[in-house]
């Protein structure tokens, strides 16, 4: 009773409500470290986890990556956490992960596992280059090139490309390819951030542990289930597609020196988002279809290559192991996994991609996919920009849309700050694994370089844009959000002034300047000839005004995607010819895929109809008899 009264009187004397506060703030800091304990131990075996699932050992350059695997992950785990992307559950792949020791992020225990909150301002520092980013212009117009102060690079220079590119253009020289991580090994000394210590055992060992647990895991997936019992065959038409291009237009616009060579008939694209790329996707159709061609086209009808995981081959719609590849042309998207794809295509596949500056990549990317976990809770791009530690997090399985996405798109972790000495390794790999890197900012030129290089006419890459953005939705830039973007997306940045770089480099080597005009002109006079035959106003139009629903491109996010009507009153071929033109991606390919598995097709098509009628007697009240 005692204690009790002399405990009512604490409260009521300043020296006692002072303990009363001492004695709960240590209370507060000790409950406060426990759980910081118990958190620290939580995230230690989710990295296990990871670990134990992690199958990126699948590379087509084993050892540049595997003695210099800073390039795909320059940074420690604290800088860059391990997404749930950079996991491929395919029984394929698993198998041979052992023979293959590259394309894994970092996966280290460390005590800080947390990404660091730097906003976009603190990114500046980062930038090594003061050049001005090229403004890019609609399709590479020189109308529009001049209306914005723009010219294309004087490159006076003829050089030859350096030795080092010419040394990396074939994967077999793999001696050669030694020597070159030998000096990288040597001068990296200088790049502490490159020289982290891997837990490369702790991975082999792990992942050899659980390899028949996860394939038995990975074959009980419900779109492997669906292949294995639906078993696609390839088929040709018996008639072949007409070739007619072009109704009504003149002929005779081919290059003098394209009946000097044979057009190349394997073909291999890698689609990089929002960067012109469903253009050329239509290009390519067209030209496969024209010509009978076989396309790799994603299993049960799909629209993409197992997007956002690495490529595997097992994903093909009628691919079989152990046979020679069967396809002409590969353009879905994908991940890029160059080895995967020696599985599918023939060893003269002619490999090329596309790169759009990243200043107006991610202004349309903000807009495309407004969804994404980055920017959804973003008032508008600067919001983003000004706030990414609040609004990004690497440890979202869509975070790729976000920062770096065609460096993600090329295979390589899209996260962390990179040296100048390994974004010029990355951009040798791309170099020595594809053909030819063209530039969205030129998209005339592009296709005038990409025709020769294939040995096409000028009616073969002729286009419409496709899946092309209402530009009068979006706001001009500021100097500062154009900083901040390049900054934030530096990876891609030191890509595209790369290539963009390489791309001129390699039009005044092959072709000269005085072609190229030339060729761009005729161009532009074909697609003009085109649009009077076959386009209502000669031009696009908003989403609402299309007039044909089934070419009506699919409306994402919050971008306004444009269309196009056909004139009235054409014939049958025209008719057919024109909406090849202009049909969208989505209904594009599924026309392909009903062509080349017409059973399958049926069989899915059957089973949809089946499934939507039954969701909809679902959904049918119920009714009361009396």
Same mark, same amino acid.
């Given at each position: 009773?005692?204690? !009790?009264?002399?405990?009512?009187?604490?409260?009521?004397?300043?020296?006692?409500?002072?303990?009363?506060?001492?004695?709960?703030?240590?209370?507060?800091?000790?409950?406060?470290?426990?759980?910081?304990?118990?958190?620290?131990?939580?995230?230690?075996?989710?990295?296990?986890?990871?670990?134990?699932?992690? *199958?990126?050992?699948?590379?087509?350059?084993?050892?540049?990556?595997?003695?210099?695997?800073?390039?795909?992950?320059?940074?420690?785990?604290? *800088? /860059?956490?391990?997404?749930?992307? $950079?996991?491929?559950?395919?029984?394929?792949?698993?198998?041979?992960?052992? %023979?293959?020791?590259?394309?894994?992020?970092?996966?280290?225990?460390?005590?800080?596992?947390?990404?660091?909150?730097?906003?976009?301002?603190?990114?500046?520092?980062?930038?090594?280059?003061?050049?001005?980013?090229?403004?890019?212009?609609?399709?590479?117009? $020189?109308?529009?090139?001049?209306?914005?102060?723009?010219?294309? =690079?004087?490159?006076?220079?003829?050089?030859?490309?350096?030795?080092?590119?010419?040394? +990396?253009?074939?994967?077999?020289?793999?001696?050669?390819?030694?020597? +070159?991580?030998?000096?990288?090994?040597?001068?990296?000394?200088?790049?502490?951030?490159?020289?982290?210590?891997?837990?490369? $055992?702790?991975?082999?060992?792990?992942?050899?542990?659980?390899?028949?647990?996860?394939?038995?895991?990975? +074959?009980?997936?419900?779109?492997?289930?669906?292949?294995?019992? !639906?078993?696609?065959?390839?088929?040709?038409?018996?008639?072949?597609?007409?070739?007619?291009?072009?109704?009504?237009?003149?002929?005779?616009?081919?290059?003098?020196?394209?009946?000097?060579?044979?057009?190349?008939?394997?073909?291999?694209?890698?689609?990089?988002?929002?960067?012109?790329?469903?253009?050329?996707?239509?290009?390519?159709?067209?030209?496969? %279809?024209?010509?009978?061609?076989?396309? /790799?086209? =994603?299993?049960?009808? #799909?629209?993409?290559?197992? &997007?956002?995981?690495?490529?595997?081959?097992?994903?093909?719609?009628?691919?079989?192991?152990?046979?020679?590849?069967?396809?002409?042309?590969?353009?879905?998207?994908?991940?890029?996994?160059?080895? %995967?794809?020696?599985?599918?295509?023939?060893?003269?596949?002619?490999?090329?991609?596309?790169?759009?500056?990243?200043?107006?990549?991610?202004?349309?990317?903000?807009?495309?996919?407004?969804?994404?976990?980055?920017?959804?809770?973003?008032?508008?791009?600067?919001? #983003?920009?000004?706030?990414?530690?609040? !609004?990004?997090?690497?440890?979202? =399985?869509?975070?790729?849309?976000?920062?770096?996405? +065609?460096?993600?798109?090329?295979?390589?972790?899209?996260?962390?700050?990179?040296?100048?000495?390994?974004?010029?390794?990355?951009?040798?790999?791309?170099?020595?694994?594809?053909?030819?890197?063209?530039?969205?900012? &030129?998209?005339?030129?592009?296709?005038?370089?990409?025709?020769?290089?294939?040995?096409?006419?000028?009616?073969?890459?002729?286009?419409?844009?496709?899946?092309?953005?209402?530009?009068?939705?979006?706001?001009?830039?500021?100097?500062?959000?154009?900083?901040?973007?390049?900054?934030?997306?530096?990876?891609?940045?030191?890509?595209?002034?790369?290539?963009?770089?390489? #791309?001129?480099?390699?039009?005044?080597?092959?072709?000269?300047?005085?072609?190229?005009?030339?060729?761009?002109?005729?161009?532009?006079?074909?697609?003009?000839?085109?649009?009077?035959?076959?386009?209502?106003? %000669?031009?696009?139009?908003?989403?609402?005004?299309?007039?044909?629903?089934?070419?009506?491109?699919?409306?994402?996010?919050?971008?306004?995607?444009?269309?196009?009507?056909?004139?009235?009153?054409?014939?049958?071929?025209?008719?057919?010819?024109?909406?090849? #033109?202009?049909?969208?991606?989505?209904?594009?390919?599924?026309?392909?895929?009903?062509?080349?598995?017409?059973?399958?097709?049926?069989?899915?098509?059957? /089973?949809?109809?089946?499934?939507? /009628?039954?969701?909809?007697?679902?959904?049918?009240?119920?009714?009361?008899?009396?």
């Amino acid at each position: 009773m005692y204690v !009790f009264k002399k405990a009512q009187l604490v409260p009521k004397s300043q020296l006692g409500r002072f303990w009363i506060l001492i004695t709960f703030i240590s209370i507060l800091c000790i409950s406060l470290q426990m759980l910081g304990n118990l958190q620290q131990i939580s995230c230690k075996q989710e990295i296990k986890h990871l670990i134990l699932q992690q *199958n990126i050992n699948l590379q087509q350059t084993s050892q540049v990556w595997k003695n210099h695997n800073s390039t795909l992950s320059p940074h420690p785990l604290s *800088n /860059a956490p391990i997404s749930r992307t $950079e996991i491929t559950p395919t029984q394929g792949s698993l198998q041979r992960m052992k %023979e293959n020791q590259a394309l894994n992020p970092t996966l280290q225990l460390q005590n800080d596992l947390s990404y660091p909150e730097e906003n976009a301002s603190d990114d500046l520092k980062w930038l090594s280059y003061t050049s001005k980013y090229p403004t890019p212009t609609l399709w590479g117009t $020189e109308k529009a090139a001049k209306g914005k102060g723009q010219t294309p =690079p004087q490159i006076k220079s003829s050089r030859p490309l350096p030795k080092a590119v010419h040394i +990396m253009r074939r994967e077999t020289e793999t001696g050669k390819k030694k020597e +070159m991580v030998d000096s990288i090994g040597a001068s990296q000394q200088n790049h502490p951030q490159g020289t982290e210590q891997k837990d490369s $055992e702790l991975l082999t060992d792990l992942a050899d542990t659980n390899r028949a647990q996860a394939q038995r895991r990975v +074959m009980k997936a419900p779109l492997f289930r669906r292949k294995k019992s !639906f078993e696609g065959q390839l088929t040709r038409p018996k008639t072949p597609v007409s070739l007619f291009l072009a109704p009504g237009l003149p002929d005779g616009l081919d290059s003098s020196h394209e009946a000097a060579c044979t057009p190349k008939t394997h073909i291999f694209f890698l689609k990089v988002h929002k960067s012109a790329s469903s253009t050329i996707m239509n290009i390519l159709f067209r030209f496969g %279809e024209q010509r009978n061609l076989t396309f /790799a086209l =994603p299993v049960n009808q #799909f629209s993409q290559l197992f &997007y956002p995981f690495y490529f595997v081959a097992e994903v093909v719609e009628g691919f079989k192991d152990g046979t020679s590849p069967s396809f002409d042309i590969m353009c879905h998207h994908m991940r890029f996994l160059k080895k %995967e794809v020696q599985r599918v295509m023939p060893n003269d596949t002619f490999y090329f991609s596309i790169l759009r500056s990243p200043i107006h990549l991610m202004e349309s990317s903000f807009m495309y996919f407004k969804a994404s976990s980055s920017f959804i809770n973003a008032k508008n791009l600067d919001d #983003f920009l000004n706030h990414t530690s609040k !609004f990004y997090n690497p440890l979202r =399985p869509d975070s790729h849309y976000g920062r770096n996405l +065609m460096t993600f798109d090329f295979g390589f972790n899209h996260n962390g700050k990179v040296s100048t000495h390994h974004t010029q390794l990355l951009a040798q790999i791309i170099e020595s694994q594809f053909d030819l890197v063209l530039i969205a900012e &030129y998209f005339d030129e592009s296709m005038v370089l990409l025709k020769d290089s294939l040995c096409w006419s000028l009616d073969d890459v002729v286009s419409f844009p496709i899946n092309q953005q209402d530009a009068s939705y979006h706001s001009p830039l500021s100097s500062s959000t154009i900083q901040k973007i390049q900054s934030w997306n530096k990876l891609d940045w030191e890509l595209y002034l790369h290539f963009n770089r390489t #791309f001129w480099e390699r039009i005044n080597q092959s072709m000269g300047r005085e072609y190229l005009q030339q060729e761009v002109a005729a161009l532009r006079r074909r697609r003009k000839q085109l649009a009077k035959t076959c386009l209502q106003g %000669e031009q696009s139009v908003h989403s609402w005004e299309i007039q044909d629903k089934l070419l009506a491109p699919l409306q994402y996010g919050k971008a306004r995607i444009l269309g196009y009507n056909l004139k009235h009153g054409l014939d049958k071929a025209t008719k057919q010819a024109c909406q090849s #033109f202009v049909t969208p991606e989505l209904q594009y390919s599924e026309r392909l895929y009903k062509r080349q598995f017409p059973q399958k097709a049926l069989r899915l098509s059957q /089973a949809k109809k089946r499934s939507k /009628a039954h969701s909809m007697k679902k959904q049918r009240p119920f009714k009361h008899h009396s």
